[in-house]
């Protein structure tokens, strides 16, 4: 097996719950897993063909020659700080918002980005051939392989620089964290009612599917889009009990008739 081939992860979260083993399925080979948590590492590594859990952030003497930091956003620049490398190992964070530079105190020049879009929950398999992944890197090497990585995960791979993916992040939030947000405040005001959230599922899926079917411009229907101001005040109305929520509705309301309007 060719050592650049190998790979440990620092962090054991969602991400590295799906990413981990894709990676391990297709010839990059993970090798130890470290985490705060040493029972979440040892769940993961029993999803691996060899992965041992990792006690320390001193990998120093380890046979990986890419480690992949898969952690929350504010941990990312202090096991940066922290980690102990082999020599010539590759660096790279996972994340859409934070920029490249949050490595650069790491004590190798080999550092990158491999930021695989999507949401991810540890109940719920993904596939990676489906995931466009963005990539960033420092110098030709590691920018080969981190497209080699990619490449043997996912059929869409990108090269792209901090400031766009952390644009690409914003409208990732309100795509898809803010959508569901959405969503389950739809859920509480019908289970508030006594109503079912069932009813709801097939406009959902029609509203997703026509709006990558025809553009979100297109597809926007609604009181708000068309200006019927007596509609907004009765569900208005409706929400006055909750003075967040009706602001919140207000809020939306506006900026879709500042739109349409």
């Not at 590295?16 to 080979?29: K, M, R």
């Not at 109305?237 to 509705?249: H, M, P």
Request: net charge negative; no cysteine; glycine share 4%.
């Amino acid at each position: 097996m060719r050592k650049e081939l190998t790979v440990s992860f620092i962090g054991s979260g969602n991400l590295a719950w799906h990413l981990a083993p894709a990676l391990d399925n297709v010839g990059f080979v993970i090798k130890e897993i470290y985490s705060r948590n040493p029972r979440h590492a040892e769940q993961l590594t029993s999803r691996l063909y060899q992965a041992e859990v990792k006690a320390s952030l001193d990998f120093s003497t380890s046979s990986s020659s890419i480690f992949i930091i898969a952690t929350s956003d504010d941990a990312i620049k202090s096991i940066a700080q922290e980690i102990i490398l082999p020599e010539e190992a590759i660096l790279v964070h996972t994340s859409g918002s934070q920029p490249l530079s949050e490595l650069e105190f790491s004590a190798t020049p080999n550092l990158g980005v491999f930021y695989p879009l999507q949401s991810f929950s540890k109940q719920k398999k993904v596939d990676f051939k489906n995931i466009p992944i963005f990539i960033e890197s420092q110098n030709q090497e590691t920018d080969e392989l981190l497209l080699l990585m990619a490449r043997a995960l996912s059929n869409q791979v990108v090269k792209i620089g901090s400031g766009d993916r952390m644009a690409l992040h914003v409208a990732a939030v309100f795509a898809s964290n803010f959508t569901n947000h959405m969503l389950s405040i739809s859920k509480s005001i019908l289970q508030q009612n006594s109503l079912d959230f069932e009813w709801l599922k097939p406009l959902v899926t029609e509203t997703i599917q026509k709006s990558l079917a025809i553009g979100p411009n297109n597809a926007q229907t609604g009181p708000a889009s068309r200006g019927d101001l007596e509609i907004l005040d009765k569900h208005l109305e409706l929400l006055k009990e909750d003075e967040s929520l009706a602001e919140l509705y207000k809020i939306i309301s506006q900026h879709i008739v500042d739109t349409y309007q």
